[in-house]
């Protein structure tokens, strides 16, 4: 059995109707004045719906663990002269797959270990790393934060909001360690976000606060900090994960 609120069954066909029930160039607007009466008035709500349910998949992997031939920085020869990772087994990656446990879920922190899924038991075992030392890389895949209201009304497929979409491109482009190859504007503005505000020469304007955020003192990275005290309410103190 599933309870809803007479409101949230109202026929799509008539949302941007107006909520009255007076007449409006001859033809009748929406009446809602039934959805508080018992019996309810049904001839605006959808005769029928599709209930689903989503469940994660708890068998596939949410981490990847992955270690050079050798360990960064090892001085080596021609290795057999490969010209990629892909190219032969001595130079790919050695790699391990695992879990995420979750350990501080409002800010997004989650720590990955080595672990393989037991199909017996439905859970996942730890195991101790493929290699003698640290993975060079992880990768890592999971969902959490906020989404879109577009992505929830179905009027786009990116479940990312345009305003956390360039909170992140100004972080991004604050920290790149090189030029882009662009036209004048799409540079000038590379350059206005990669900006040291806390130098005199930059000739921009903020305040301390800006100064002391986490991301740092770029104005790409000043930009992204602001944007998230404006959301704070909307993230509850949500994070993410570097």
Not at 226 to 233: G, L, Y
Request: glycine residues 8%.
């Amino acid at each position: 059995t599933f309870t809803f609120w007479s409101w949230q069954m109202i026929d799509p066909t008539v949302w941007e109707v107006f909520p009255t029930n007076v007449f409006l160039d001859g033809e009748l607007a929406i009446d809602l004045s039934g959805l508080t009466e018992t019996p309810i008035d049904t001839s605006n709500l959808v005769s029928t719906v599709d209930v689903y349910r989503v469940y994660n998949d708890n068998e596939t992997e949410a981490c990847l663990f992955l270690w050079e031939p050798t360990p960064p920085g090892t001085i080596i020869g021609n290795a057999g002269n490969c010209r990629s990772y892909d190219d032969c087994i001595a130079c790919g990656f050695t790699t391990q797959i695992g879990c995420l446990g979750v350990r501080r879920a409002l800010e997004g922190i989650v720590v990955p270990t080595p672990a393989t899924y037991n199909s017996t038991t439905g859970e996942w075992e730890q195991e101790c790393f493929a290699e003698c030392r640290d993975p060079d890389l992880v990768k890592m895949w999971y969902r959490c934060g906020y989404m879109s209201n577009e992505y929830r009304a179905g009027t786009t497929y990116d479940p990312l909001s345009s305003r956390w979409a360039k909170a992140i491109a100004q972080l991004a482009t604050a920290r790149l360690e090189r030029p882009l190859c662009s036209c004048g504007n799409v540079t000038s503005l590379t350059q206005k976000w990669q900006a040291d505000a806390a130098q005199r020469s930059s000739g921009l304007i903020v305040s301390p606060r800006d100064l002391d955020n986490p991301f740092g003192t770029r104005y790409g990275e000043i930009l992204a900090a602001r944007q998230i005290r404006r959301e704070r309410h909307i993230i509850r103190g949500g994070g993410v994960v570097g």
